[in-house]
């Protein structure tokens, strides 16, 4: 039996302290995702919901008001007008994450304020 508990020394099993999830690096990576696909595609969609994921804890009324009113607009588009629904529902989509990101101060740091350049 000490010969089994030696073996399993040896692959690696301790466990080691993890390191602090940095959260607006994963939020910025998930929207890299989103925009790195095709304007209309599903994985730029999926990509998107999961930030809404990341997000969930943060949702507030505001955010579920916007949701809410850009989907109901999905009945009444009219694409020939408008153009595709696909393409505006990411884009409205991806307004009303970041200002949810924006809202919660999300962003991360940031390293220079361009402002102060202007």
Known sequence: MALAKDAHADLGT??????????????????AEALSNPLSS??????????????YSKQDDRYKEAYDRLCS???DWDERANGDWDSAYARG??????????????????????????
């Open 73 to 75: 607009e999905r009945d």
């Open 93 to 118: 989509y991806l307004r009303i994450l970041s200002e949810l990101i924006e809202r919660n101060s999300l962003w991360g740091d940031r390293d220079v304020d361009y402002a102060d350049d202007l």
């Open 14 to 31: 301790r466990i080691q302290a993890a390191e602090a999830l940095d959260f607006p690096s994963l939020l910025i990576q998930k929207i």
């Open 42 to 55: 599903r994985k730029r969609v999926y990509a998107l919901h999961d930030v809404a994921d990341l997000l």
